[in-house]
Structures are given as structure tokens and as C-alpha cells.
């Protein structure tokens, strides 16, 4: 985002303070749904943070705002039950989402969230209830994102390493349970010892879960929530469902990105304008990737059969998207999450209460959650009845944060994207060079036409040790100077890897509009072993890969842009070949690398 369009954006901060604390606001003859039922027709009148009366039937006070509800439903905030809130804090309230439970972010993060919370000064940011750091095993899942995290390795330091997340801030624990993708999990032991080193001090323990064995095992040790349900064809829903209402536990499925692990992309929320004119090229690039490379229904059949037996035993359901991944977006997709919910068998109402009341009951929030005397006046009203129809929640009105009214936010935000949109449409993509090459090899410089040129690229950032080493080689019969990389890929990370990367942009990571590329071509050979192509776009934080071979004799390769997939050329930041991620030695030769239009 450029200074003037921050500048906007601060100024309709401003605006939106300034205008609307100072009076109270009465919406009027509007149809509640209060947390957990439908009241048809009601008038709700709120005043400095607060609603002061959920049933208001008095004269119009004096210098009140009026609000026509005629039509229209109001709900409380809604609150997403699991998110990884590490950038674009400004989106969720702009969507409705005014309290985030985040289940894992950066420190500095959680307690500058956690100030302006206690100043009063957090009505244009969602509140934040955070785990903090996560607890995982050395190599864990949550090790991989290239920040240096403790990490568990005894069950008999459980109590200690509970106890010093609890000092950095953490609401509640978040303990890992994963062992697959490669990474290390913690043992069953470790996270029993986690649990109740959790109860001991008063805090929720939640896991990461992404098998049914694992459900059934940190359930019989006493955690308080699966935080996700787990994909496949088969579950034993109604025993696990059973186990779950025995211990008294509750489950957030995460539809959203269990979706996107399925390849799911029946629910476009870019198709509404008036969501994506929120969004920005930036914001947009995480709805539209995927994990899953092919659509795969068959994966979403155990977490439907589950979140239906959950339901039909009692075990609260909670609305949460896991947004921060690959096919989710802070805030928007809360609203995809209500709808996937429905189709798996709660009803609407029961799925709005997924997103308000019980999220606020399970993890303890105190007076939010609901429209009722002395609680938090956190509001979104929207045209039609999502009680009856659960895509009306798509239709705001309006949103109140701590009473303030989100309007200005939302208009400001429409015209920062509107004037990156049109700022976009008056530049020009980059041209690609006549062949299409941008190797441009010596032994003096590894040179692009355009761009920062190529270097080496590997996991140290990441905490890997993997190393590489690339050499100009004697040129072939057609003139082009062929890259030898020799890479040693190092144990200890799950998606370990060293190799070579092309920066289009002048700086490391600028983003630069390639649409006029279609495929991707070059030349290799090798030592016969497996390597990726991989690209990375604006706002997505996992890269689009496609494999390919290095065999003894040159071949020429051809990667359409289209098998990338969730990598907008639009606005691309990196290509890379790359060895791993088993540990070993490699060595593989590219030459005429080439963007190509057809």
C-alpha cells in the first residue's frame, strides 16, 4: 500500500471516530437474531461501547442515530473461532468478523493487539484472543513459516513451557498433534503432560489435529476442542461424536481450508462485488489459491459426517475458517464457513450461533456474542434473514465496533482498492523480451533482462541448513550458457530445499505483472532425480509448484503458468528450481529459460 492511499485509510479511521462515539445509535424495528434465536421485530439501542437495551420500546433519545432495520436482520459481531492473525489486520471487521481467536501469531503481535484492547482504542481492528505461540515438537508443524518459535521435546517441561506462554500472553494453549507432511509431532505422552499443565494454571487446551486416531487420543487426555476436523472418505463419526460429548468437548471443522485441501472452489466470494471491491490484488491472491492441486470431494465426505454427528450429540460446533492459509481470507471467509456449516447439516441459526454465542461460551469471552443488556455493542446488520437463508449474512448494511460505526472503514477501503485498480490499468505489465529468454548466464553475472537477476535460494530463513552452489558451465552448440546447481539438502525441516531463484522485480520480492507470459521453458539435465519448479505471486504465502526430472541427456521442459496453481502471474515475485525436500546431494544444469506467451 502506497503513503496517500494510508493516508486515506488513516483518515477514514479518523472520520468513523470522530463522527459516531459521541452519540447513541437505535436501530429500529429490526429483526434480531440475539445469539441463539430469531425475535421478528425488535428495536435494540446501544451507547459507548455497550447495549444499554436489547428490547427498547421508549421515545427516541435525544441526538440518537436512527437506524431503519425495516427488512433487515441484526446479529452480533460475528466471531471466527480460528485464525492465524498476521497481516491484514484490517480486513475482518470490514466483513462483519469483530473478534478473531487466534491459534497461533507472532508475540509482538498479540500484545500490541492485546494495548489497544485495554485503551479502547481497537475499533478499527477485530479484538484478538490468541494462543500466541504454539506448542509443537523441534520440526513441528508451525516450525515451517521461518519464524524462531520454542519448540517441546519432554513431557516432564510441560509445565514450565505452559507456564511461559502463559507470561508472553496467551489466552488459552494451542498444542500440535500432526505427524504427517513430513513433520515431527509431539508424542501422545508430551501432549497429556500439555494438558494438564494447561487445567493446572486455568486455560483451555486445544489440538491440531488431522487424523481420526489423534482426535480419539487427545480427547481421551482431557483437551477442550479439536480446532480442526481432518479429511477423507470414511470416519467413524458417531463414536468419535459420542467420545467428544463424553468429555465435554467442542469442535471447530474449519471447512474453509479443509476445502481448499480438497481442491473445492464451488463458493466464489470474488463473485460478489461488493466483497472483492474490499480487496485489493494483494487480498484477493489468497482466495483464489489452493492447497489441493485437483478438486477431490471425496476428502470433505469424514468432516460433514463428523460435524453432523457432532451436532446430533450435543458437542457445540464453533464457526472458525483458519484463515491465514492457502483459499482463506480474514474476515470474508467467515462468511463461506457459515454457508459450508449449513451444508453439512446444522441450520442456519445454529450456524449463526456457531459464529457468535458458543465461540464466545467455549472460550470463556465474557459479554460479547450476543445482543443483550451490558454486552459489548460488537453489531452487523444485513438486508434479508440469515436465520432463514444463511448467504443473506453476505448482505452487510453496516458493522459496529465497539459501538463505532464501520462505515467510513468500509468506504475508505473501496476506494483504496478502487484507486489500486485503476493505478494498476494505467501501468503497463512487463514486457518480455523478444524470445522470451531471461538466463542470461556468465561465469561474471547471472543476469536477467529485467529484474534483480538469479542467486542462490534455500531453507535458511527458514532455520534449515541446507547449501548450495551454482557455476556458470561452457556454453552449448546454440550459444546458451547452461547453470549447474549443486545442492545439499539438509534433515530437520519438513519442506527443506536449495536451489536457484529469479527475481522479476527490482527489489527481493516485488511483485511484477508477467500476465503476458503463459508457460514457462527451459532446458535441463541432471542426475535423474526429481526437482520442482516453483513460484510465488503477491499474497500467497505457499508457492505453486510443478515437478519435472533431470535426466542424463538435455530435455526441453514446458510449465504452463496454469499448473502453478494459486500463483497469479499478474503479480509475481519469484520463480525458483529447487532440489528437495529429501536431504541428499543434487545436481541439475538449466539453460534458455524463457517467459513465452504461447
Known amino acids: 500500500m502506497n503513503t496517500s492511499l494510508k493516508a486515506l485509510s488513516a483518515a477514514a479511521i479518523l472520520f468513523v471516530s470522530s463522527a459516531t462515539i459521541a452519540a447513541p445509535t437505535l436501530v429500529q424495528d429490526v429483526r434480531v437474531f440475539d445469539g441463539e434465536r ?144 513430513g513433520f515431527k509431532s509431539l508424542d501422545l505422552a508430551t501432549v497429556k503432560a500439555v494438558i494438564a499443565a494447561a487445567h493446572r494454571r486455568g486455560k483451555l487446551a486445544v489440538v491440531h489435529i488431522s487424523t481420526e486416531a489423534d482426535a480419539r487420543a487427545v480427547l481421551e487426555a482431557g483437551a477442550d476442542g479439536l480446532v480442526h476436523l481432518y479429511t477423507g472418505a470414511t470416519a467413524d463419526a458417531a463414536g468419535l461424536a459420542r467420545l467428544a460429548r463424553s468429555k465435554g468437548a467442542f469442535v471447530i471443522p474449519t471447512f474453509t481450508v479443509l476445502e481448499s485441501m ?161 493505478a494498476a490499468q494505467g501501468g503497463k505489465g512487463q514486457a518480455l523480451p523478444a524470445d522470451g529468454r531471461i538466463s542470461q548466464f556468465s561465469d561474471k553475472r547471472l543476469a536477467s533482462p529485467f529484474g534483480m537477476g538469479w542467486g542462490p535460494s534455500t531453507d535458511s530463513f527458514a532455520g534449515g541448513k541446507s547449501t548450495v552452489k551454482l557455476a556458470a558451465q561452457p556454453a552449448l552448440p546454440d550459444g546458451q550458457v547452461p547453470l549447474a546447481i549443486d545442492a545439499s539438502v539438509m534433515p530437520g525441516l519438513p519442506f527443506a530445499w536449495a536451489g536457484v531463484a529469479f527475481m522479476p522485480g527490482s527489489q527481493p520480492m516485488q511483485s511484477v505483472d508477467l500476465s503476458a507470459a503463459k508457460v514457462l521453458r527451459f532446458k535441463v539435465r541432471g542426475d535423474g532425480k526429481q526437482y520442482q519448479v516453483i513460484a510465488m505471486s503477491q499474497g500467497v504465502q505457499m508457492p505453486g509448484a510443478s515437478p519435472f526430472t533431470a535426466g542424463p541427456e538435455w530435455t526441453e521442459i514446458t510449465v504452463p503458468f496454469s499448473a502453478l496453481k494459486g500463483i497469479d502471474p499478474a503479480a509475481l515475485t519469484m520463480l525458483g528450481f529447487n532440489a528437495g525436500p529429501q536431504p541428499g546431494d543434487y545436481r541439475f544444469e538449466i539453460a534458455d529459460v524463457r517467459l513465452l506467451a504461447q
Do not use: C
Not at 471487521?93 to 484492547?117: E, H, N, R
Not at 463461506?336 to 457468535?356: I, Y
Not at 437463508?389 to 467510513?408: C, F, L, M, P, Y
Open 38 to 181: 430469531v425475535i421478528e421485530r425488535r428495536s435494540v439501542l446501544f451507547d459507548k461501547g455497550v447495549i444499554v437495551d436489547a428490547d427498547f420500546r421508549g421515545a427516541v433519545p435525544r441526538d440518537a442515530r436512527v437506524v431503519n432495520g425495516a427488512g433487515r436482520t441484526l446479529l452480533p459481531g460475528l466471531i471466527d473461532a480460528h485464525t492465524h492473525a498476521f497481516r491484514f489486520h484490517e480486513l475482518p471487521v470490514l466483513f462483519g468478523v469483530t473478534t478473531q481467536i487466534d491459534m497461533f501469531t507472532d508475540i509482538p503481535s498479540m500484545t500490541a493487539a492485546k494495548q489497544a484492547m485495554r485503551s479502547g482504542r481497537n475499533a478499527a481492528r477485530a479484538d484478538l484472543f490468541s494462543a500466541g505461540t504454539l506448542i509443537t515438537a523441534p520440526n513441528g508443524h508451525g516450525t515451517q513459516f521461518g519464524i524462531a518459535i520454542p519448540t517441546l521435546t519432554r513431557a516432564q517441561d510441560a509445565q514450565s513451557f505452559v507456564d511461559a506462554r502463559i507470561a508472553e500472553g496467551s489466552d488459552f494453549i494451542k498444542i500440535v498433534m500432526e505427524g504427517g507432511y
Open 262 to 422: 480438497a481442491g473445492a472452489k464451488d463458493d466464489d466470494l470474488l463473485a460478489i462485488p461488493a466483497f472483492a471491491g474490499m480487496l485489493d490484488k494483494d487480498g484477493q491472491a489468497p482466495l483464489k489459491a489452493r492447497y489441493g492441486a485437483q478438486a477431490k470431494p471425496a476428502l470433505l465426505v469424514a468432516p460433514k459426517a463428523v460435524t453432523a454427528a457432532m451436532l446430533k450429540a450435543g458437542v457445540p460446533v464453533l464457526a472458525g475458517t483458519d484463515a491465514g492459509n492457502a483459499g482463506t481470507q480474514y474476515g470474508v471467509s467467515m462468511h463461506r464457513e457459515l454457508a459450508a456449516l449449513v451444508e453439512a447439516g446444522l441450520s442456519p441459526a445454529q450456524a449463526l450461533a456457531a459464529a457468535t454465542s458458543a465461540p464466545a461460551k467455549a472460550f470463556k469471552l465474557g459479554q460479547r456474542g450476543r445482543i443483550a443488556k451490558g454486552y459489548k455493542a460488537d453489531l452487523l446488520l444485513v438486508e434479508g434473514n440469515p436465520a432463514a437463508d444463511i448467504r443473506a449474512t453476505r448482505q452487510i448494511v453496516e458493522v459496529w465496533k465497539d459501538g463505532e460505526s464501520a462505515n467510513g472503514l468500509r468506504d475508505g477501503q473501496r476506494q483504496l482498492v478502487a484507486k489500486a485498480a485503476q
